[in-house]
Structures are given as C-alpha cells and as structure tokens.
C-alpha cells in the first residue's frame, strides 16, 4: 500500500515536495505518480502545483487525473499546496476559468499600485516569507458543554477550541514562504484556518474535514514546513 502519492499532472514542484515528505516520514511508501488508480489507491493525496491556473486545469484533464482527484478529496487526508488549493475553488479570474468546485470561492489577483505601511510599492507576485496567522476560534457552548464547531459542523470536544491538527507545534505568525500573484477567497469564513498580509489580510489556509490546502509552500519552509508535513502524514480526519 503506498502511504503518500504526489500527484504528477506536469506542472508541480514534484522533487522538492517528494523530499521533504521522505524526510518526515522516512519509513512510509511515498511516490510520485500521474496514474490515476495509483493515486485513487493510496492512503494520503498532496496535490501540488506552480504556473497558470488555466495550464494547470487542462494538464489535468488531459491526463485523466480529475476524477482521481475529486474522488480522493473527498474521502483521503488530502493536502492541496499553492496552485494545488486554489484548484479546488469553484473559480478563477487567471484566465477567466473554472476549478473543481470542491470548495465554494473565487480565486483573485492582488490588486495593482498595492503599498505598504510605508507607502513603499508592493511587488506582484507576492514573494518570499511571510507570517501566518493560524486562525483559532473560541469554543461554543450548548448547554453545559463547551464544544469547538468546525467546517463540518461536528464539535471537537468539551472545552477545546478549534486549532487545526495540521498547525499543531507551529507558533502563531511562523513564517512561511510564498510565491503567488494569486489567493482565494472562500465564500464560507468557516474554511479559513490561516491568513497572512499583504498588504491587508489575505487566506492562505483552509480546511474541509479530511481536505486542508496552503497557499504557502511546506516544502520549502524549513522548520515550520517540515512540521506541517510531519503533521499531515499523521493526520487521521
């Protein structure tokens, strides 16, 4: 049984994210694999991805990798990264064309003549490290209990508050790096789990029940990285 497929349709940064899975998990069967039963049969799915939004659709219908990618996003721990997450949204304005529609949204442009708090232009694309601000709600009471809701509406226990799994050993506001023109914007707050800036306030995490995505890349992290792919690889939803 392999632990972990990377999903290969041509247009992922597939070595880097391989190695670094190796590296956390160096006992589990990892593979990097454009077979659709291959990724329909494994036990995790990390779905990768860089370049145009609408390269990256045609890619994967060409090579007769979408319903595999559907199918396990729906029922396998699944990790989305970069262009990887934006996919899964219903659309996006690069190219004026749809996603899988997995998760409701739109995937958006940094606006141009964009400035800091210094009045200093900032660059499109957003480049290099940025802190992540891990989203963490307070917990909800029903009548005595104190219960923690999540996206899909079941709680996480009395007295706990949402933080998800994949954030757990990462402080608040790590820094995380980034290479993007692009970001989503889910219709349901409830998906969030991260947001940088840039300059204001901007997801660059979300999370559906056995699905979570980063707008970052994991895999060249470093530390903090390392610890979200670690935490994927042991993740049971």
Not at 34 to 52: E, S
Not at 87 to 106: C, K
Not at 120 to 135: C, E, S, T, Y
Not at 194 to 202: A, E, I, L, V
Request: proline letters at 6%; aromatic letters at 8%; hydrophobic letters at 40%.
């Amino acid at each position: 049984m392999i632990d972990v497929a990377v999903v290969d349709y041509g247009m992922g940064n597939l070595r880097s994210v391989e190695q670094a899975l190796r590296k956390v998990a160096p006992d589990d069967k990892i593979i990097v694999s454009d077979d659709a039963k291959v990724i329909a049969d494994a036990r995790r799915v990390v779905f990768p991805g860089q370049g145009a939004m609408p390269d990256c659709m045609r890619e994967l219908e060409t090579r007769g990798l979408r319903d595999a990618v559907l199918e396990t996003a729906r029922n396998k721990p699944f990790l989305g990264i970069c262009i990887g997450m934006q996919m899964l949204f219903d659309h996006s304005t690069e190219g004026n064309v749809a996603g899988l529609g997995i998760l409701r949204g739109e995937v958006v442009r940094f606006a141009a003549n964009m400035r800091d708090a210094q009045g200093d232009k900032l660059k499109v694309p957003h480049m290099g490290w940025n802190r992540v601000r891990r989203i963490e709600r307070p917990a909800s009471h029903e009548g005595d209990a104190t219960v923690a809701p999540s996206p899909s509406g079941r709680g996480l226990g009395r007295g706990s508050a949402l933080e998800h799994p994949l954030w757990a050993g990462i402080p608040q506001d790590e820094r995380f790096y980034f290479v993007h023109s692009y970001y989503v914007c889910p219709q349901d707050a409830a998906l969030v789990q991260g947001t940088s800036d840039y300059p204001r306030p901007f997801t660059c995490a979300v999370a559906l029940d056995n699905l979570f995505g980063v707008q970052f890349h994991p895999e060249k992290s470093q530390t903090a990285g390392l610890k979200l792919l670690q935490n994927f690889v042991q993740w049971n939803p």
